[in-house]
C-alpha cells in the first residue's frame, strides 16, 4: 500500500513512481485556496447584488419575473380558482405597492438601496418567482391537475407571495418604510431581542441563540 502525502511510504522497488506521483499530484493546500477564492467571489457578487436592488436591470428583471408568472398562471387550462390565496390578484398586487414604493423614493434612491428590508424583499420576490416558473417547466401538462404535486406547490407559493405582500405593505405603509417603527410589547422577549441582536430589527437565524 502507497499513501502519498504522509510519513507511512512502504519502500519498495517502485518507490521512484510513488514519489514522481506525489511530484505530480497538486499540492491539497492550493486546491483548497482556489476554493475559497471562489467561494469569497460568489459570495461578494451575492451581497453585492443584494445593496443593488434598486438598480434598473434589476428592477426591470423583477418586473418581467412577475409578468411571466401571471401570464403562465392566466393559461385557461389552469382554470385557478378565485379564492385566497389567489395568485392572479396577488402579484399584481404586489407590483402596485412596489410601483408606490419607488414613486416616493424616486428622489432618494440611495436610501431605499440602503434598506435592508427592501432589498431582502426583492431578492426573496425574484427567487420565489423562479421557483414558480420552474414548477412549469417541470410539471409541464401536470401543472393543469389540482391534484399534482406540481399544482399543491404553486398554491403553497401562491401562500408565500401573500405573506410577502402583507409583510411588504406593513413595512412600507402609504410606500414610506416605517419598520423601525415596531416595538416588541412583551418584556421578556424585548429584552431577549435586544440582548441578541442589540437595536436591529432584522436579523439571520444563527444556531447559536437557540442555545
Not at 502525502?5 to 506525489?22: A, D, I, M, W, Y
Not at 410601483?99 to 431582502?120: A, G, P, Q, R, T
Not at 422577549?189 to 430589527?201: D, I, L
Request: charged share 25%; aromatic share 10%; net charge positive.
Amino acid at each position: 500500500r502507497r499513501l502519498c502525502g504522509t510519513r507511512h511510504f512502504k519502500l519498495q522497488s517502485s518507490n521512484s513512481n510513488v514519489k514522481q506521483s506525489c511530484r505530480n499530484r497538486p499540492p491539497q493546500h492550493k486546491n483548497l485556496s482556489t476554493i475559497f477564492s471562489k467561494l469569497h467571489v460568489a459570495i461578494t457578487d451575492a451581497c453585492t447584488h443584494q445593496r443593488n436592488a434598486t438598480e434598473k436591470r434589476t428592477l426591470d428583471k423583477t418586473w418581467k419575473l412577475m409578468d411571466k408568472v401571471v401570464k403562465l398562471c392566466q393559461h385557461q387550462k389552469m382554470n385557478l380558482k378565485n379564492s385566497p390565496p389567489f395568485i392572479l390578484d396577488i402579484l399584481p398586487d404586489t407590483y402596485q405597492r412596489l410601483k408606490l414604493i419607488y414613486s416616493k423614493y424616486e428622489n432618494n434612491m440611495v436610501s431605499l438601496d440602503s434598506n435592508e428590508h427592501f432589498n431582502i424583499f426583492i431578492n426573496n420576490l425574484m427567487r420565489k418567482c423562479k421557483q414558480a416558473i420552474k414548477l412549469f417547466k417541470e410539471g409541464k401538462e401536470k401543472m393543469f391537475d389540482e391534484n399534482s404535486h406540481y399544482r399543491r406547490n404553486l398554491t403553497k407559493l401562491s401562500l408565500v407571495f401573500s405573506h410577502m405582500l402583507s409583510e411588504l405593505k406593513a413595512l412600507f405603509p402609504d410606500g414610506v418604510f416605517a419598520g423601525d417603527q415596531f416595538r416588541i410589547t412583551k418584556s421578556d422577549a424585548a429584552e431577549f431581542w435586544k440582548t441578541k441582536f442589540g437595536n436591529s430589527n432584522l436579523e439571520k437565524l444563527r444556531p447559536s441563540i437557540l442555545l
